[in-house]
């Protein structure tokens, strides 16, 4: 473990918060750290750029991270997992939180002469970060209150798939097994590309608290998994 | 020539020496099924009667020379786990380990596992509260336990000991309570410091250390129990390349378990197994022939 100051604290929402580093973190983007809040515990987090996580308050650890301050210390281990793997015409579809690799990907991809299309849904317009950042994005809302009123699977069932040469999701669970069964449909899980998370203790393929129904950890073959590895129930 | 890695442990037949140490990969079947492929046998993660939580993350962390962990004995109930291992695919030997803080508590388990080949009883975790290493240091207590649960199954029962305890005496009381082997070492006592938040690491500031910083260690625990003990020894601690193996066989191990060596490559199992052969067919042996031969004169 390897401490490092908070930069800065950006709040997207009363939830949503991007925890930037002092310093970069050489990484890959769907790479993910080790991070221990002080007082509290370490969870594991993507990156959301070299220098930043971006977390959503669900518990008493990511409340607490949310609320930190510039200045304070954090412990880091990592980078830990298998990135997603670059191409030149992407499609990017994300979820919720599952936004946080996903941007760190997107800037990636852009700064290669990428051709990138961001699909993203939430829940509603509030939910949705970062809208203005993207080069090329269409948005779902389960209200209807920014873009298509439905979710991001409908949203992507309306789009010809075959002109990207890769597919990277992440998302809430019931979403990505939406995408998995769509893309199998299509034909197109060998190039649809996926970011699980799951509950980790030890973050380097030890403990066996992250393993797949097909035994794979999701802390070392993933986070990062091609549509064809995953088991039927992920 | 013969380069046979097959080894007898108590009666079980091992496809080769190397073991998956309790702890690691050990709580979810479809881990174990995969690291069945390639390994003589898997050691479950230690289970008790009721689930424990155990501590709180960071648990495990990584250092320049091995693991340091406090997990704390997380693991479901006896029952939930039996479920688990239900679908166990039987491509290797399958050792369920033990984890209780008395006589009763132990003799409960093996029923649960109708699925077991064998059971390993933790007398030796260095972080759990009147659990392990409290009671493994205890020879009437460890001659209790093993006499019980003993008395529940006929399968072999071998007993995980620590360096925490005179382990030359605790091995003797082992043979004398007819457990079927012993395992030597479980990770041994420490801890580690951030010096930028000037904290321990560990949320339960100690744990134990595995790896390769135990190694030497570990061998000469092999050693000493080899010289006072005709029960078969399982060597544990360290071992990482298919030379410590070499070495703890030599030393006087039937077999060897593998844990935080996991965190170098996923197929260490296949590498190892596949570097013993070459090894042994050098030297036209199999690797039971090799077992104890470093105490020759």
């Known amino acids: ?234 | 020539m013969s380069a046979s890695l097959e080894v007898e442990l108590a009666g079980l037949k091992l496809r080769n020496p190397l073991m998956l140490a309790s702890g690691i990969l050990g709580s979810k079947v479809s881990s174990l099924n995969r690291i069945a492929r390639h390994a003589g046998a898997v050691v479950t993660k230690s289970v008790g009667l009721n689930a424990r939580e155990g501590y709180k993350n960071p648990c495990v962390v990584n250092w320049r020379c091995g693991i340091l962990n406090a997990v704390g004995l997380a693991s479901p109930s006896a029952e939930d786990f039996a479920k688990e291992l239900s679908k166990f695919e039987k491509n290797c030997v399958l050792v369920v380990s033990l984890y209780g803080s008395k006589p009763e508590d132990f003799e409960k388990l093996p029923e649960h596992f109708p699925m077991a080949d064998a059971f390993e009883l933790n007398l030796s975790c260095p972080h759990a509260e009147k659990l392990g290493l409290e009671i493994g240091r205890d020879p009437d207590l460890v001659k209790e336990i093993i006499r019980a649960v003993k008395s529940k199954t006929d399968k072999p029962v071998f007993a995980k000991l620590s360096f925490h305890m005179n382990i030359v005496e605790i091995g003797k009381v082992c043979e004398e309570a007819k457990a079927d082997g012993v395992v030597a070492i479980n990770t041994v006592k420490g801890m580690a410091i951030d010096i930028v938040s000037r904290r321990p690491i560990l949320s339960n500031v100690s744990g134990g250390v595995s790896g390769e910083a135990i190694k030497p260690i570990a061998l000469k625990c092999v050693w000493d129990l080899f010289e006072e003990i005709s029960i078969p020894i399982i060597g544990c601690g360290g071992i990482t390349s298919w030379k410590d193996v070499v070495e703890f066989v030599l030393a006087g191990a039937t077999a060897v378990q593998i844990g935080s060596a996991l965190f170098y490559s996923g197929h260490i199992f296949k590498s190892i197994e596949e570097s013993l052969k070459s090894y042994l067919r050098i030297y036209g042996e199999n690797i039971s022939d090799l077992i104890g031969q470093a105490h020759k004169v």
């Open chain 1, 1 to 234: 473990m390897f401490c490092v100051r908070i930069d800065d604290v950006i709040r997207h929402n009363e939830r949503v918060a991007t925890i930037k580093f002092e310093r970069k973190i050489p990484s890959f983007p769907g790479q993910f750290l080790m991070v221990n809040v002080f007082g509290y515990e370490e969870i594991p987090l993507s990156l959301s750029s070299p220098n930043s996580v971006t977390v959503k308050a669900v518990g008493e650890t990511t409340e607490a991270l949310v609320n930190s301050k510039p200045k304070d210390l954090i412990g880091l281990r990592g980078p830990f997992g298998r990135p997603f793997t670059p191409s030149d015409k992407a499609l990017i579809v994300a979820g919720g939180i599952g936004i946080a690799p996903l941007k760190f990907l997107h800037d990636y991809l852009i700064d290669r002469g990428a051709e990138v299309l961001v699909v993203f849904g939430a829940r509603t317009a509030k939910d949705l970060i970062w809208v203005d950042e993207f080069e090329n994005a269409i948005f779902a809302t389960d209200d209807g209150s920014e873009g298509f009123r439905g979710n991001v699977v409908e949203l992507v069932k309306s789009i010809d798939l075959s002109k990207f040469e890769r597919i990277y999701c992440c998302g809430p669970k019931p979403m990505l097994r939406g995408l998995f069964e769509l893309f199998k449909a299509k034909n197109v899980l060998d190039k649809a590309e996926f970011s699980l998370e799951n509950y980790m203790r030890c973050g380097i393929g030890l403990c066996g608290s992250c393993v797949l129904e097909n035994g794979a950890r999701v802390c070392v073959e993933g986070p990062v998994f091609r549509g064809i590895e995953l088991p039927k129930e992920f």
